[in-house]
């Protein structure tokens, strides 16, 4: 019998390669040790926040690997899956929003998100970040044009935002 094993898991976090075999592999292993949720979260963030973005997308990946194939409904199941989704709605939109200087990737991550939605897996919240308003601001490479229309539309954000909470509100 084996054991779950902290320093095997972040190993093979940094290591994890793009492809379907490798994110499989280490899917089955996090399902197989779903009891060690608490770990395998610690050091799933701390690969993540150590990471490039190529390697948070890969990341990504795996997390979908396990949140799209994962049907248990046993606690450590709902529990893993719960804590992953949670993850992914604080750390999604930032590294998505940095993604933005490089058109590929972020077409990756626009496309892992269209999955999420599609399949009902999960949907990210699209509600007002401010670290995602300061990566954009600094994208506009001190172009004030862009800085104005980046605020504007963050703006925008949040005043929909508002009205929307107000309405809620009332309607309550």
């Excluded at 862009?146 to 009205?163: A, G």
């Amino acid at each position: 019998m084996f054991l779950f094993s902290k320093d095997y898991f972040l190993k093979q976090l940094k290591q994890l390669s793009p492809t379907e075999e490798h994110i499989k592999t280490l899917g089955l292993y996090i399902k197989t040790f779903k009891s060690e949720y608490t770990n395998i979260m610690e050091v799933f963030a701390y690969v993540y926040n150590c990471s490039n973005l190529h390697h948070k997308l890969v990341l990504m990946y795996l997390a979908n690997e396990i949140l799209q194939t994962d049907k248990s409904y046993d606690t450590d199941s709902l529990q893993l899956k719960k804590l992953l989704r949670e993850f992914i709605q604080k750390t999604y939109g930032v590294s998505k929003a940095e993604a933005k200087k490089y058109p590929p990737l972020y077409k990756k991550f626009c496309d892992l998100e269209n999955v999420w939605e599609e399949r009902n897996v999960l949907y990210i919240d699209k509600s007002f970040c401010k670290e995602e308003l300061f990566i954009e601001i600094d994208n506009c490479d001190g172009n004030r044009r862009l800085i104005i229309d980046t605020l504007r539309i963050y703006l925008d954000k949040l005043i929909k935002e508002e009205e929307e909470n107000n309405t809620e509100k009332v309607l309550d």
